[in-house]
């Protein structure tokens, strides 16, 4: 699998620090933990990925999951699960290089069912756009998808 164009020269880590908040790789390894809270997370369904996670199965989040890890060391995209400062699982963030085009990517952030989550998500949004600007390769146009009440 070839790294997307743009991102050949990336280098992100997989895990890294942001605040008082935790990147760590979405893999398979976090399947159960990953299943458990999307399929929590109410405001998931229907308004934020079209239908995703409707009539998910575990089975079918263990295949996404090797899947993001697979895209991630390929550099075709990149997945990470937001923890806290306790190590609880908070959401997810993601980078989607625009398939078949150069200079163009999405970030992607959801977060649990977690009190203040829109503030929580501001917040967080905020570091995120910080790290992006310093980490994203030169002339990306970046846009931002979350669900509608974090936008």
């Not at 398939?99 to 959801?110: D, S, T």
């Not at 146009?141 to 936008?151: D, G, K, M, Q, Y």
């Amino acid at each position: 699998m070839q790294p997307h164009p743009d991102f050949v020269q990336v280098s992100w880590p997989r895990q890294f620090a942001l605040g008082d908040w935790t990147l760590a790789p979405l893999t398979p390894d976090h399947v159960d933990e990953d299943f458990e809270a999307v399929l929590a997370t109410a405001h998931l369904f229907g308004d934020f990925f079209g239908s995703w996670p409707e009539g998910l199965t575990r089975d079918e989040n263990l295949i996404d999951l090797a899947w993001h890890d697979r895209e991630f060391i390929s550099r075709r995209s990149f997945s990470w699960i937001l923890r806290d400062g306790a190590s609880t699982y908070t959401g997810c963030f993601y980078v989607y290089p625009n398939i078949g085009e150069r200079g163009a990517a999405e970030a992607a952030l959801w977060l649990c069912d977690i009190p203040n989550r829109a503030a929580v998500a501001r917040t967080v949004k905020s570091a995120l756009a910080g790290w992006l600007a310093q980490n994203l390769p030169p002339g990306i146009a970046l846009t931002w998808t979350t669900s509608p009440e974090l936008a």
